[in-house]
């Protein structure tokens, strides 16, 4: 298949049936034609995420479809995280010659899964050659007002939607070739067929101070929280162990639970510091004066990393 | 450095100097923020482009500061190709271990150059690990009405802005080591430094009735037109070889200019089909009735296959 006749069998492969306000023009031109009015909402928010196999994932590990459907549910997270409602996006891939057209339809049928879910088609993007399968996906969300990092305060509570060392759990099954084990299947779904948290993150975004989507652990990224906000973020020991999927998935691999919680990424929750509770999500800290990050156990309070997955010097 | 740092070091670099409407939160954290109701113009292009080493472009042939410029007017060149203001972009890097900080940096201080000269601030992206370097950047553009590559009509002209087959000259300068030839400079300049045509595209956008940039070869892009609009395309094979620099360059190299002309990428030319004279733009053919590409010669009309680069048949 030349170039042409491969964003033919992609449009057809992402066509959304459902028709999307505000889209004008979609695949197959220069660039996709958005009309302003009918988006709604007074602003824009807008991320890119790239999944790099080696880096994110293996295809040994994943199908082709959970391959394209992780890569987007990443990507439209960091909308969850603002607040916004997904509108729509593009995807660019770098195809390596040994990714032949029919795990291309594949991966594009995944992209196609997750962006029905999210509600944000894809309308356009990019295909290159490349030595390494890459896909860089850029989501546009809209809102009237986008939750920050910045803006938590001593007092807030800290709160979580979704679950937090989940889909670590579900890789190490993978990579340990126990997807059989029953008890598993909750974990080894996180990390298949993550979810990004769209609906919570609308829910939060008239009342939180501020939030972040957890993709690289749940230290690191409320570190981020911390770091920007100026504050001290405490997390509740009891509460992070008060996850009973997570429980028996860490039971069934002989691995403790909070280390899973506090480090494992890739479940796409929704962490936000907010002053009342809000429906959707569970208390799992607080927020108090001071830097960096603490976890209470039943010895007290003591510090903790803000480590976590770094593409660059951890792991 | 680790990802924070490196992200900071890039937000330095990348932090445009000049104050951009509608950009109220840029890089650092999950998404860019953008206010819909300064930004102007009822429809919103958007764009993305992918350049990966190995097949966009040899460390050893261009500086990492080229690199960037390139990517970034690579990705710009088709929000001119309908028309639009440049507005604003994003970048997602994928990096090799031995892409060090210090390259890295250059790169930023490259596609910072050419955010510049394009009005487009970047406010946001994405760095990942990957075994080879490559880098995504999309792009935001604004107008009131887009320009496609349907909608070109029989009788029309077809018009160009810029050079065709010059930067094709260029990279063959640098592979062959004949940088120094001053009849090659122009050509060298236009392969390192392209520059994507956003005041001719705005030019022409209330008046053309389809456009296309010139990113893989003229017959193939202007291909695109054609199948877009069920015309065909006649190009005038006297006028694509009346460019100066282009049969200075095609002469030093002892290449055909109008091959240079009709199958040479990367120079990000504008071709558009209009049936009036567009300041900027000249005259190399005309639009009629049927289906594909001609070139009209001293002996007449002749077939021309739309071929050009092409990341997955051709080269």
Same mark, same amino acid.
């Given at each position: ?12 492969? +992402? ?31 807008? %991320? ?6 080696? %880096? ?61 879910? &999210? ?22 969300? &809209? ?16 709160? +979580? ?5 989940? @889909? ?10 126990? %997807? ?22 609308? @829910? ?13 652990? +749940? ?19 009891? @509460? ?73 010097? @951890?792991?």
């Amino acid at each position: 298949m030349d170039e042409r006749a491969r964003i033919e069998m992609l449009a057809h492969a +992402l066509g959304s049936g459902v028709k999307t306000a505000g889209i004008e023009l979609g695949i197959g031109d220069d660039a996709a034609v958005l009309e302003v009015g009918t988006r709604g909402g007074e602003r824009i928010v807008w %991320t890119i995420d790239e999944q790099v196999e080696g %880096t994110h994932f293996r295809r040994d590990l994943a199908s082709w479809q959970d391959v394209g459907w992780r890569s987007f549910m990443a990507a439209v997270s960091d909308v969850a995280a603002m607040g916004a409602r997904a509108w729509c996006a593009l995807a660019a891939l770098a195809l390596p010659d040994d990714v032949d057209d029919a795990s291309l339809e594949e991966i594009a049928r995944g992209q196609r899964a997750a962006a029905d879910v &999210a509600g944000a088609p894809i309308v356009g993007g990019n295909l290159a050659r490349g030595p390494v399968l890459s896909i860089a996906t850029t989501v546009l969300g &809209a809102c009237d007002h986008a939750v920050r990092r910045a803006g938590a305060r001593p007092g807030d509570g800290l709160w +979580l939607a979704g679950h937090v060392g989940l @889909a670590a759990a579900g890789l190490r099954a993978i990579e340990t070739g126990r %997807t059989g084990d029953a008890r598993l299947a909750p974990a080894v779904d996180s990390w298949r067929r993550p979810r990004a948290r769209l609906d919570d993150g609308m @829910a939060m975004s008239a009342i939180a101070h501020a939030a972040i989507d957890v993709s690289d652990g +749940l230290a690191r990224d409320v570190g981020h929280i911390a770091a920007a906000s100026t504050v001290r973020v405490v997390f509740d020991e009891t @509460a992070l162990r008060g996850d009973a999927a997570l429980l028996e998935a860490a039971a069934a691999l002989g691995v403790d639970a909070l280390e899973l919680a506090l480090y494992g990424g890739e479940d796409y929750a929704l962490a936000v510091a907010s002053p009342i509770p809000i429906a959707g999500f569970r208390s799992i800290g607080y927020i108090s004066v001071g830097a960096g990050l603490a976890l209470l156990g039943a010895d007290g309070e003591r510090p903790l990393e803000p480590r976590g997955y770094d593409h660059f010097s @951890a792991r």
